[in-house]
């Protein structure tokens, strides 16, 4: 897939969690090829979601490129266990503590031979992304305050940020992802869409209606 083309990820997060093989399966039979998993800290994002385990075992019951976002302080500390758990992609954020540097991590996740990401939250400017965009595959554009799903589409405070990271990859020959995640809907993926994005995480409006399917059907449809 080149760096154009639009997917549509649904987000672990809004899953029933009593039934995950499950739900991992409806993702699949949705047509889903790749999956994105939340995790959080409960110190970086007031919420806490699940760790390595859950990407070990959601690992076990797909073939979908699992796309794990951590939402955590020292991401650094914890990379080696998300990458022997079986991520594709490790997206990790500017705003974030680390033991050793932003920079060492993307370094790493690459040495590996993983994919590497790049999360920004909606009050950070663009320009703080601009040092690390030769090394990444992925630019994530919170489109929401993150920890908590179901929150509205912040399009005013993130979306000319992300036609900055559109006309800068552009302008630089560069090859990364553009990622939106919070608020994802039919009536919001157009928007990110027009202003450069590709990947759309969704969790409420992909995993919340009983015909998962259609749910995505019609997102890939509204970002054709």
């Given at each position: 897939m080149d760096?154009?083309?639009?997917?549509i990820l649904?987000?672990?997060?809004a899953a029933?969690?009593?039934?995950v093989?499950a739900?991992v399966?409806r993702a699949?039979?949705?047509?889903a090829?790749?999956l994105h998993?939340d995790v959080?800290?409960?110190n970086?994002?007031?919420n806490?979601s699940f760790?390595p385990?859950?990407?070990?075992?959601v690992?076990r019951h797909?073939?979908?490129?699992?796309d794990?976002?951590?939402m955590?302080q020292?991401a650094d500390?914890f990379?080696?266990r998300f990458?022997k758990?079986?991520?594709?992609?490790?997206?990790v954020?500017?705003?974030?503590?680390?033991?050793?540097?932003?920079?060492?991590?993307?370094?790493?996740?690459?040495?590996?031979?993983?994919s590497?990401?790049l999360?920004l939250?909606?009050?950070?400017p663009?320009?703080?992304?601009?040092?690390y965009?030769?090394?990444?595959?992925?630019?994530?554009?919170?489109?929401?305050?993150?920890?908590?799903?179901g929150?509205?589409?912040?399009e005013k405070e993130t979306?000319?940020k992300?036609?900055?990271a559109?006309?800068y990859?552009?302008?630089?020959?560069?090859k990364?992802?553009?990622q939106?995640d919070g608020?994802?809907?039919v009536?919001?993926?157009?928007?990110?869409?027009?202003?450069g994005a590709?990947?759309?995480?969704?969790?409420?409006?992909?995993?919340?209606?009983?015909?998962?399917?259609?749910?995505m059907?019609a997102l890939?449809?509204?970002?054709?």
């Amino acid at each position: 897939m080149d760096c154009f083309t639009p997917l549509i990820l649904p987000s672990l997060l809004a899953a029933d969690f009593s039934n995950v093989a499950a739900e991992v399966k409806r993702a699949e039979d949705a047509g889903a090829q790749w999956l994105h998993l939340d995790v959080m800290d409960g110190n970086f994002v007031d919420n806490i979601s699940f760790g390595p385990a859950m990407i070990e075992a959601v690992k076990r019951h797909t073939d979908m490129f699992l796309d794990v976002h951590l939402m955590i302080q020292r991401a650094d500390h914890f990379l080696d266990r998300f990458i022997k758990a079986g991520a594709g992609n490790i997206s990790v954020h500017v705003e974030a503590r680390y033991d050793t540097s932003l920079l060492s991590t993307l370094q790493r996740i690459k040495s590996a031979g993983l994919s590497a990401g790049l999360v920004l939250n909606p009050s950070t400017p663009f320009e703080a992304a601009i040092p690390y965009l030769h090394l990444i595959d992925l630019l994530l554009i919170m489109t929401v305050v993150p920890g908590f799903g179901g929150q509205p589409f912040m399009e005013k405070e993130t979306m000319p940020k992300l036609a900055a990271a559109r006309d800068y990859r552009e302008a630089h020959g560069l090859k990364y992802h553009l990622q939106v995640d919070g608020g994802i809907y039919v009536t919001t993926a157009p928007i990110a869409r027009q202003h450069g994005a590709n990947l759309f995480v969704a969790g409420t409006s992909s995993f919340g209606p009983p015909d998962m399917k259609a749910s995505m059907a019609a997102l890939a449809e509204s970002v054709k």
